[in-house]
């Protein structure tokens, strides 16, 4: 078995519709950065049985357990018993667990309940992990090739234990791995055009992995590589990541977690340029995403939502005879938007978006999901028609999401 | 076995320390509903050992397993291969499921890659769950006395396809409890202070049972009742729900799981009135969030951004001697803004919105979380100045909210 870790969280409720999991992301970061990968996670009630099958198949398939929660001092904590069980060995009260426990109480100046001394159960063979934050103490048992890591489960307990008392002894056995990753994010490459054309690289490398989150109108790829050190795990990384970098080379908008509208923003900061938005069915998206980003004030002059024909005369100056011609959803308008937003504000760019959201207002020759963009920029005015698939909101997003990319190219340009 | 279900996420992209599971929170969440309950959740990642232990183990002990993600077209989406190997049943290609792809990316005017057509396979003897908004259908495949549902992982696709293709059936086989439920949507009261509120009510109730969802800005409070027969459970629900309604009347903008934007446009749609924005803070958010419901453009006219100062005059009409004297962020430029869109609009309703959202640009007067907004109407303009707790986005959100909301109660005046 390679070193990698899972994770069961224990509560039933961990299993309601509210409750929401910080503590395993905490695990699996500070796992990930001494080079131990979470293979699984598993959420799991206080019930004796599931807990009992989920533990039981974790121990078959993985060296690291760690358990988070069910050492609490009342009926529903099963978490020790269980592993007791699974383990087979005995559960032993600790009588210095046991005096610290009613030390704790004391101070407070209250009478230990009685079944707080349930606490001061350990697994004969274990080691005691020390809870300055609580009153369970956590357990690490080393049971063959297996080490199954009891924490308690409220994160300000469960956090301090695991740097102070895991962690060390989890790097010595992690040794040498080290970790390297990085990341690309693209725009407007659907996920199967792009795995099409990085699929052949990336199958060819076990190590470093390569993972790829869709979302609509961006494609992330991440790799992580492992090494004996830093050195081979960056090295490693580069011979996979240069490949992926050439072969995609312009759809990448960042090398680093950034969205979008944040390299958008840091090109026109570079160029010292200044943007203005006129749009009709994105309805004011990409003004808001741009406006987004901390600072942006310094280039965002102003923008405009011109969703009646009347404010598309009015507010970006497009000629009512050209409306009438080639109707509100054309190249012609949306160029007039761009090039009229820009003269307006004075900016070095103007974006203009017209087109068909839906889901009413479709027709044969322009149906829902057609969309016109423009970038005006003191190049020219670059236009590009698209038929975006999905309901409203994805299509305002992928139609955000083409604007704000035909903006980088533009800024590349400039 | 009970009736009861476990959910496996499928996806490597789920195991890095960024993923926030919202999928099996719905989910358990609607089967909860219908009397489910969900006994054990797992994660794992684009791995064909671990998915497959993890499978076997669920089918193992519960009868309904639901698997999300893993059903893309790249070489690393392995869901359907493992369901097919451990519940022993052929892939085939289904030539309608083809078929239909391909008209798909033909509609788009591309030609559909070649491997999209893995998402053409289903195992022998399953049901197809179509899906209406991306391209991988799901799978319902009845195995002896196990069910395994295998749904895509973007909850856009996922929960249409769950709740048109998988609850009926559901419902059916969970059999003869009757639930009712109702919503009650509330904005702009803290948490704390709503419950404060109705804690003392609620609580008395085991039945229906109360669930508290708080939002920036929003919190909903969500009742479900069971009985023998629906008119038990709605009796059940009545009594409670009255209780609720009368405490907070005022602050429930919706008893309905409609957003606040959806209730403004009912009531500009009911009162035949129409809307225009001018923001500076929230940078198109409110206007977005208007737009964003299908049919606005029947009552959203147009809107402005004005971020620098410059705008603000030559757009909203605002005098430059106002921004000189009172500043940019005053209750006087808001109400501006508000009456100065309505005006040149033509609308019935004109938004205005000046703040700092952060995190530069605060002052000892005006700190951070600043925010004015006014709503200008046919009987006059309110003004309201608010200090907003949270980073950038969390403020616009908020100030977005209480804009709409403003909007919202002054439409009921009229």
Redesign the interface.
């Known amino acids: 078995m390679d070193l990698s870790a899972e994770i069961i969280a224990i509560g039933s409720e961990l ?7 910080t503590n395993s ?2 695990l ?2 500070e796992l ?1 950065a001494i080079g131990i ?9 206080d ?1 004796e ?2 807990l009992e ?2 533990i039981r ?1 974790s121990l ?2 993985t060296p690291i357990l760690i358990t988070m929660g069910g050492l609490g001092p009342t009926e529903d904590d099963v978490t020790r018993k269980v592993i007791a069980r699974v383990l087979q060995r005995q559960l032993v009260l600790n009588d210095e667990i046991l005096a610290k426990l009613q030390r704790r109480f004391k101070a407070r100046g209250v009478e230990m309940p009685a079944n707080n001394a349930r606490q001061a159960l350990v697994l004969t063979g274990s080691d005691i992990l020390e809870n300055n934050h609580g009153t369970a103490p956590g357990l690490w048992v080393a049971a063959g090739k297996n080490h199954v890591i009891l924490l308690p489960g409220p994160p300000s307990e469960l956090r301090p234990m695991f740097e102070k008392s895991c962690l060390p002894r989890l790097r010595e056995m992690a040794g040498s791995i080290a970790l390297a990753r990085c990341v690309f994010r693209t725009a407007c490459l ?4 792009l ?2 054309r990085i ?1 052949p690289i990336y ?1 060819k490398y076990k190590n470093p ?6 979302k609509p109108g961006q494609v992330d790829i ?1 790799l992580t590589a492992r090494g004996k050190n830093r050195e081979e795990a960056e090295r490693l990384l580069k011979e996979l990541g240069d490949q992926i970098d050439q072969e995609l080379e312009e759809y990448i908008f960042a090398r680093t977690e950034q969205s979008l509208e944040e390299i958008v923003g840091l090109f026109l900061v570079m160029k010292n340029a200044t943007i203005a ?1 006129a ?1 009709s069915c ?7 995403r ?3 980003v ?4 310094r280039y ?9 024909n ?2 598309k005369m ?2 970006a100056g497009i000629p009512p005879l050209l409306l009438e011609m080639q109707g509100a959803v054309s190249p012609e308008v949306a160029r007039g938007l761009a090039e009229g937003i820009r003269a ?3 900016t070095t760019i103007g974006v203009g978006v017209t087109g068909i959201a ?4 479709g027709s044969e020759a322009k ?1 829902v ?1 057609t969309v016109h963009i423009a970038v005006a920029t003191p190049l020219g005015t670059e236009h590009r028609q698209s ?8 299509i ?1 997003w992928w139609a955000s999401q083409v604007a704000l990319d035909m903006v980088r190219r533009e800024l590349m340009k400039m």
């Open positions: 299993l309601t519709p509210q409750f929401k999991d992301l905490y699996t970061e990930n990968p979470v293979v699984m996670k598993t959420v799991v009630g019930d049985r599931y099958h989920a198949g078959e398939r659907p996920e199967s055009t795995d099409a699929a199958t992995e390569t993972t790829i989150l869709a991440r938005t749009e994105t309805g004011g998206l990409i003004a808001e741009l406006t987004s901390p600072g942006s004030s965002f002059l102003s923008g405009i939502i011109c969703y009646s009347e404010s009015e507010l307006r504000a004075g839906g889901p009413g207002g149906p999901g038929f975006f698939p999905g309901d409203r909101e994805k305002r």
